[in-house]
Nanobody
């Protein structure tokens, strides 16, 4: 199983980035996808998630209204559209999958497979 997140970079506050997560080695349409981030010196935290069929989504309060999660099961990929980025959004962003949907915050320990992260840096 492989998950590869990409699309990170350096952006000014107020800007946008779109992260992608390419998944292989499993039946993607059967898995929920979660996005997480980790800032320097902090624990990895939940950003948002989308259910296996894309019908259900949940977001951390800190990103609601600014971030949008989606997926394309025909392409075995998911995305995280980030708008109005703020300095506090800086961190390494990870995608992960689990085989059941849970409403609300997904814990890091509940995710089955993880990808390598992509760095997002927001400057003031």
């Amino acid at each position: 199983v492989q998950l590869q997140a990409c699309g990170g970079g350096l952006v000014q506050a107020g800007g946008s980035l779109r992260l992608s997560c390419a998944v292989s080695g499993l039946t993607f349409r059967r898995y929920a996808v979660g996005w997480f981030r980790q800032a320097p010196g902090k624990e990895r935290e939940f950003v948002g998630a989308v259910s296996d069929n894309g019908a259900r989504k949940d977001y951390a309060e800190s990103v609601k209204g600014r971030f949008t999660i989606g997926r394309q099961n025909t392409e075995n990929s998911a995305y995280l559209q980030m708008n109005n980025l703020q300095v506090e959004d800086t961190g390494v962003y990870y995608c992960a999958v689990r085989d059941t949907w849970v409403r609300g915050i997904m814990s890091t320990s509940s995710m089955r497979y993880w990808g390598k992260g992509t760095q997002v840096t927001v400057s003031s």
